[in-house]
């Protein structure tokens, strides 16, 4: 089966460091990929450079075989590629619905929304709120709070929604629960296999072990700026992708990258 | 899936019990009416100026009587007011995006040279003299836009190179010939077209009650238009946007560039409608109008609340903010300050105003 | 053309400036002298303009004409330039002390306000006694031509001046009050505004210059006033005189800075050639280019050039 | 035992939101308190009020028995309360030792330090490598990187580095795991308990059941806004918590706060 | 401990095994020179306006030859920039912690007026009225920064309406009285004293030659001094994180009132100084000086890389902004292009400049 996305040999360098040191990447339909990584691993390098926030200094990204150069995540976007950054990627002064609609606002029907160009506020707080509602962040009082003001995980909250509910052809998640409570953690999973059901593939970053071998069909494991080797998570332990991740375990040579 | 996860996450299955769920609501105490002022005020923060306007009002009101607190006075404020005003809104909508706009006040000056010349020079027909007019406003606006959302330079730098370069093109061009009020009266009357006046309760020769003039309405309509599209439109959202954090703007799809440039080229026809007024108001085409433009736009830009790091306030509050500095011009001259002393004591009121809107602010988070 | 020159003036916006450069790069010309032209930017931007007395040193100029934007200050960078050889030459406004130039040739401002300060006077005739009078000047910073035309002028009307080198230390209740206008039209529409919204039977305006004039009477157009009021101007540009041919202005004071600027000239190549310095007129500290009332409603006792003549001296 | 930090009825309400509604809080001598609860129970606001980074509406907040008056986040640290916030805090531009040592700067020894007041950078920047590589933080490549450029769990590190070398009475830990990877979570985990060991009482924010019941003495549960009850963990089993900092299940009378 | 945790977390015991622990080191590929430059330039950032100001000179040099690349041009446009350079100092200082100062030029003015009336009009000996002068400045600076630090009013407007309370005073106190070079030759020498000059390989009488002024000496001594304190002292980090982001400067325990007012005490001192150099340069005390002092500072700071968003670039860059400016300056008067066309080319190379200097960081990421 061929890639739905796929990144071959990235390079990425800041100044003296390295992030990205000839990375490769897959991602096959319908699946649900994890990356795991030490810290400064180079995991959000290289989904950024999967997804055109950043523009790698060397290698080729294909979706569905063809490839592609991303100038920028709105590109990525238009070709159906859905990314929750882990800096979430949020306008601190706007509301949640401006920011979940940022980029495909919904305009009032008829004339005031085709001419006077006017946005239908109304219909996006519903959905807006409806979306939270589905992860369980019921703890938002106002719907019309500034995200500068929402508790850190009520702000996760809002950028998970927002890629679940508009991605097409992949969503991308970095680090989606961090700082997330334990009912909220649990409704993301959820939504995660929900996605998945829909036949849309997923890429997941997390340092939580018990989450990614609860929903992963592969693990990718990210170390020192590459790819280390892909596990699959029935036939390994979480202390084998512990130790692989970590150094203390050289992979088997089949896995190997 | 792999051992431990079955177990070690079960006490998350409570979760899926879960209790009804409704949105949470804390305890909120007794709403007195003051906390409804409060929110009101936390809800449009564009109000803020405007109570201090209003307080401003009524001092001197109180303090000259119906010498000040008249249809006259008070109208020949907004008269007084409607150049800074326009261009304080083309001044908003390029700060809104954290940017800056030194060149305002050239590009206003240029474009009603080029409306006088092209018809005076070459005898083109007025209608299309001001086409042009406006025309080399969004030309000027576009390079700004161009050099700051594709450069990537930094507005300050930029405004600041066009105001130069503007201005020289401006004297360069016009050769310093002013177009007198009489010529364009009797030769492109539509030049004059945003002088025209509207009085309401005025005696028989015309004097005293309120007079707008065109030039105001234009500016209140235009004011309240951007009001409308910042609010209600996407692209106005998407300003705010890329002012608040232009990476996340990104991030989150936001053509950062075709906002950009979008918001500069409208700002240069804005400046372009306020040279065209600004015929109007002094009658002539004169180059040498205009020079402190940008500082009054900015000012009222600050003193009506909107941050000059982008992303933050209300483009009716920088309305506020030049009638504020209008009204204390004018109040102090009529107080009988001479002109040394009214300059300093318009710093000192500039301060104070905005010392006061920060304090409504704070005692209404 | 291996002489070279410089003009520096105040500004280069101001059409005063521009017609004396424009003198002066015609006469340069003719005169086979290179002609460099330097401005502040603003009126009253002093250190430009001594930089550009620097720049004209470090060129090898032989001569400087200038007009100097802060008229005590500037004398130490005259010094500087005449201790290198070069011919200063101070154009329209004296500096101080008069003789830190080599020559002056310039318009005496005071007796410009004077003139037109004696023919309000005179044209109000009984009335000028509880005349409603609005000064419109220039800065705040008080530049020294803006204080001699508004004291020539009160002078003239017969106010006492007070301190004569400042204004607004007047007492007299005519005057209604002073504003600024930048020199300009819409400085000198606010300021009429401010000046009527005081006091709204004001029937005299001082304008520094005539573009503040035109705006004054816009101020006054707009509420009708405009065929009452008597405005009186310094300067005598063409639009300027044009507007006292439409009964706009009643009376301006011409000066004549081509003269200036060729005079000025002539002088550098004189020096240039020969080594000789021009002469002032006699009983004064400067070389006089003369000022003259335009007016075609002559007063008594006051002397004046009808329209036609001043429109065919008339600059700009 | 008399409580070291305390927190009586403290009320915080932004615009329509009430953050804390009549909130109390004790921490005792030598323990580590773990405070859990929904995405936007009011955590965060709880230990900002207590540790001067906001003022609270009402209420008081006592320091070894003593009514304190906190204006800034400094006056605490003055008292030698050390917090790390959620949004860490952290100068973007500046490096990562610049920010380890903001507002305690090492001088040079000598003339230099005491009279031209120049900082000693090799020894600040060794004590801040030192620190990092006790967390285990090794991918850190050049110790004069901004802060910015670090990865999301680089940074993270830098704050918990920095709360634990300088703390004297209290330590306050924000969701100090969060971004963390499973080395380096662990990491902060075996700190908090050397912390202890040392004698220095701990708040512990987290999400993290497991984390939390391994390493508290006590658990203060948060909910709308309000202490619900607190429990031990020793008594209770991590469904418990969870079920009560849900609201899936009431508080026993004994436990109530 | 409660179940599950024990095994729950057992998959985490391994990392306590762990393996030999270094700091990363991944691989980098081979280093060019070009490379190195590069990685130079990011470390350096004050080197960009450097380059851009050598290739200028050189330019310059190429073209107009000996007149221009001359010791005694070179050190003119030295003398030319000092006020500007230590102005510039001034606002650096302001705009690393995210401000503006709009009143340099005012308090400059003012505070050379103070040490000349006091000295003339009250005959106070020149060294007390010179330390007059220098507090004065320091006042206007404390009371920038107390409505700034503590009322936390935006910069803007307090600066903004300081300038305009300061330039009135100063107009009101000095009477528009300017002191004549020759007074203070003869009476007080002192208030010349960044007058005097060095000269190096001058002619007999004192002409051609690299002519030092001490106020350019000051110039450069004070710009090195303060990029010292700016790098290698805690208060100099502080004001950067200040300005960074003001919140976690202060959750991590910066001072940030004492530090903002200590930053505009030491702006209104230098200012003063400026103001103290400024009587060397034009000889005379004149209450008109200056006006254009706060757009011109503002601008170095600007072309010399210094965010106006605060807590990024360096003081020396400033220093190079400001010499960029006065190379195109003289250049291209020596060039012969008259003033509008010097205006409207300024206006172009300012914006080359900033564009060299963008692209030249571009490539050095
Ligand atoms: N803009 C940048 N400039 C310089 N270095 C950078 C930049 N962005 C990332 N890095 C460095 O690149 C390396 C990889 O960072 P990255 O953010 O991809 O790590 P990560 O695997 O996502 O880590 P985490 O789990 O903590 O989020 C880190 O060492 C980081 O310091
Ligand atoms: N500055 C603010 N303005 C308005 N509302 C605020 C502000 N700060 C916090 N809130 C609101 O107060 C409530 C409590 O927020 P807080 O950050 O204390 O939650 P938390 O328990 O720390 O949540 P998390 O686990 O997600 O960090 C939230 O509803 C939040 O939206
Ligand atoms: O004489 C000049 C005057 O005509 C102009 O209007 O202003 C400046 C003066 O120096
Ligand atoms: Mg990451
Ligand atoms: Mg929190």
């Given at each position: ?257 | ?167 020289a093109?401006?004297f360069l061009?016009s050769a310093n010939e002013t ?108 180059p040498t109008?205009?020079q ?74 | 053309a291996d002489t070279g020159a410089c003009l520096i003036t105040k500004t280069d916006t101001n059409p005063f400036f521009v017609k004396m450069k424009e003198g002066a790069e015609a006469k340069a010309k003719e005169l086979g002298i290179a002609l460099k032209t330097f401005a502040g930017k603003v009126d009253g931007d002093h250190e430009t303009q001594v930089a550009a007395i620097e720049t004209c040193i470090a060129d090898g100029a032989k001569g400087i004409l200038l007009t100097a934007s802060d008229t005590s200050s500037i004398v130490t960078a005259v010094k500087q330039a005449r201790d290198a050889g070069i011919l200063v030459i101070a154009l329209d406004t004296p500096l101080e002390p008069a003789d830190a130039a080599d020559a002056t040739f310039a318009t005496d401002n005071f007796l410009a306000g004077e003139l037109i300060g004696k023919w ?15 000064m419109l000047d220039l800065a705040i910073s008080q530049p020294t031509v803006g204080v001699l035309r508004d004291q020539g002028f009160l002078q003239g009307f017969?106010?006492?001046l007070g301190n004569p080198d400042k204004w ?12 600024v206008t930048a020199g300009n ?21 001082y304008t520094i210059n005539e573009p503040a004039a ?18 009186v101007s310094v300067d005598g540009g063409c639009p300027g005189v044009a507007?006292v041919?439409?009964?706009?202005i009643?009376a301006t004071s011409q000066q004549y800075p081509l003269l200036m600027a060729s005079l000025g000239i002539e002088a550098i190549a004189k020096w240039a050639a020969d080594g000789s310095k021009p002469e002032p007129t006699p009983g004064k500290s400067f070389y006089d280019t003369g000022v003259a009332l335009v007016t ?5 006792g006051v002397e004046s050039i009808s329209v036609a003549e001043g429109t065919d001296r008339c600059w700009g």
């Amino acid at each position: 089966m061929e890639p739905i996305l796929r990144g071959v040999n990235l390079v990425k360098r800041y100044g003296r460091v390295t992030a990205l040191d000839h990375c490769n990447f897959e991602l096959y339909p319908g699946e649900i990929l994890a990356v795991i990584g030490d810290n400064g691993a180079g995991k959000s390098s290289l989904i950024k450079a999967v997804s055109g926030a950043t523009i790698p200094d060397e290698g080729e990204v294909y979706l569905e075989g063809k490839r592609v150069h991303f100038q920028s995540p709105l590109d990525a976007r238009h070709a159906g590629i859905e990314t929750v950054y882990q800096t979430l990627a949020m306008s601190p002064a706007l509301s949640i619905a401006d920011n979940m609609f940022m980029g495909r606002e919904l305009r009032k029907p008829g004339f005031m929304g085709s001419v006077l160009r006017r946005l239908d506020r109304p219909e996006m707080e519903r959905i807006a709120r409806e979306k939270l509602t589905e992860l369980g962040l019921m703890t938002i009082q106002n719907i019309n709070q500034a995200v500068e003001t929402l508790s850190g995980g009520q702000r996760q909250g809002v950028a998970v929604a927002r890629a679940a509910a508009f991605g097409s052809k992949v969503i991308i998640l970095d680090e989606p629960t961090a700082a997330l409570g334990v009912k909220e953690s649990r409704r993301v999973l959820e939504l995660i296999l929900d996605v998945k059901a829909r036949g849309i593939p997923i890429v997941l970053i997390s340092h939580n072990m018990p989450h990614v071998f609860e929903v992963a069909d592969r693990i990718h494991i990210h170390r020192l700026g590459k790819r280390l080797c892909v596990i699959n998570p029935k036939d390994h332990s979480m202390s084998d992708a512990v130790a692989l991740m970590t150094g203390a375990k050289e992979p088997e040579e089949q896995h190997a990258a | 899936m792999s051992e431990g996860s079955a177990n070690s996450q079960d006490y998350e299955t409570v979760v899926k019990a879960g209790t009804a769920e409704k949105v949470a609501e804390f305890g909120g105490g007794p709403v007195s009416a003051l906390k409804r002022i409060q929110h009101m005020l936390h809800k449009a923060p564009s109000m803020v100026p405007l109570i201090v306007l209003v307080m401003s009002i009524v001092i001197f009101g109180i303090l000259l009587g119906s010498k000040f607190f008249s249809p006259f006075a008070l109208t020949l404020i907004l008269q007084q007011v409607a150049i800074v005003g326009i261009v304080g809104a083309a001044q908003s909508l390029v700060i809104l995006t954290a940017g800056i706009d030194l060149s305002v006040g050239a590009i206003m000056v240029l474009s009603s040279v080029v409306m006088g010349q092209f018809a005076f020079r070459y005898g083109i027909p007025v209608e299309v003299a001001v086409g042009c007019g406006l025309l080399c406003g969004v030309l000027c606006g576009y390079i700004n836009g161009w050099l700051v959302a594709v450069m990537k330079l930094p507005p300050f730098i930029v405004t600041l190179g066009m105001w130069q370069i503007v201005l020289a093109t401006n004297f360069l061009y016009s050769a310093n010939e002013t177009i007198r009020s009489q010529d364009i009266d009797s030769q492109a009357p539509l030049l004059h077209f945003f002088g025209r006046t509207l009085s309401i309760g005025a005696d028989e020769a015309g004097r005293g009650g309120a007079t707008f003039t065109y030039g105001v309405i234009f500016m209140v309509c235009l004011v309240l238009l951007l009001a409308y599209v910042l609010r209600e439109t996407a692209w106005g959202r998407h300003v705010y946007a890329v002012g608040d954090d232009p990476e996340a703007a990104e991030l989150s799809g936001v053509q950062i560039r075709k906002v950009l440039i979008s918001v500069y080229v409208l700002s240069g026809l804005i400046c372009a409608f306020a040279g065209w007024v600004l015929i109007g108001r002094i009658g002539s085409v004169s180059p040498t109008s205009g020079q402190l433009s940008n500082i009054e736009s900015i000012t009222a830009v600050v003193i009506g609340g909107i941050s000059l790091f982008g992303g933050r306030g209300s483009i009716l509050g920088m309305l506020f903010g030049a009638l504020i500095v209008g009204v204390f011009t004018l109040g102090l001259r009529l107080l009988g300050a001479d002109a040394q002393w009214t300059y300093l004591l318009i710093g000192v009121l500039i301060i104070a105003a905005v010392a006061v809107d920060q304090w409504i602010r704070k005692v209404s988070v | 053309a291996d002489t070279g020159a410089c003009l520096i003036t105040k500004t280069d916006t101001n059409p005063f400036f521009v017609k004396m450069k424009e003198g002066a790069e015609a006469k340069a010309k003719e005169l086979g002298i290179a002609l460099k032209t330097f401005a502040g930017k603003v009126d009253g931007d002093h250190e430009t303009q001594v930089a550009a007395i620097e720049t004209c040193i470090a060129d090898g100029a032989k001569g400087i004409l200038l007009t100097a934007s802060d008229t005590s200050s500037i004398v130490t960078a005259v010094k500087q330039a005449r201790d290198a050889g070069i011919l200063v030459i101070a154009l329209d406004t004296p500096l101080e002390p008069a003789d830190a130039a080599d020559a002056t040739f310039a318009t005496d401002n005071f007796l410009a306000g004077e003139l037109i300060g004696k023919w309000a006077k005179a044209t109000l005739g009984d009335k000028a006694a509880d005349a409603r009078i609005a000064m419109l000047d220039l800065a705040i910073s008080q530049p020294t031509v803006g204080v001699l035309r508004d004291q020539g002028f009160l002078q003239g009307f017969g106010i006492d001046l007070g301190n004569p080198d400042k204004w607004g230390d007047e007492t007299d209740p005519r005057v209604v009050g002073h504003d600024v206008t930048a020199g300009n039209e819409e400085g000198g529409r606010k300021a009429m505004e401010n000046l009527l919204a005081k006091d709204p039977a004001i029937n005299v305006v001082y304008t520094i210059n005539e573009p503040a004039a035109a705006g004054a009477y816009e101020a006054l157009k707009s509420i009708g006033r405009e065929n009452d009021v008597l405005i009186v101007s310094v300067d005598g540009g063409c639009p300027g005189v044009a507007n006292v041919k439409d009964g706009i202005i009643g009376a301006t004071s011409q000066q004549y800075p081509l003269l200036m600027a060729s005079l000025g000239i002539e002088a550098i190549a004189k020096w240039a050639a020969d080594g000789s310095k021009p002469e002032p007129t006699p009983g004064k500290s400067f070389y006089d280019t003369g000022v003259a009332l335009v007016t075609d409603k002559p007063a008594d006792g006051v002397e004046s050039i009808s329209v036609a003549e001043g429109t065919d001296r008339c600059w700009g």
